[in-house]
């Protein structure tokens, strides 16, 4: 498993990578949303940079989100894929 975080720090088993990215953006727009294009495009360049192919998926969550990757993984196997 590879995490990338804004701070390096223990998650269970794994040491997260630091990003070294700039996460600071403008909000703006119709609803002051987050205009954060730009972080995610450099993000995923740094997500790019790994060698995350070796891995069986990506998966991008938001900072306050809680991530179980054996129910994403018991979706998957059974999903009827190419179909």
């Known amino acids: 498993a590879i995490v990338f975080s ?5 998650i269970g088993s794994v040491l997260s990578i630091l990003a070294d990215l700039d996460f600071p953006t403008k909000r703006g727009g119709r609803w002051h949303v987050s205009l954060n294009v730009d972080v995610f495009v450099r993000f995923w360049a740094r997500v790019a940079s790994t060698d995350y192919s070796r ?29």
């Open 55 to 83: 891995h069986d998926w990506v998966v991008k969550t938001d900072a306050d989100a809680v991530f179980f990757p054996e129910r994403l993984r018991d979706l998957l196997s059974s999903a009827p894929f190419g179909e």
């Open 6 to 10: 804004n701070v390096t720090l223990p």
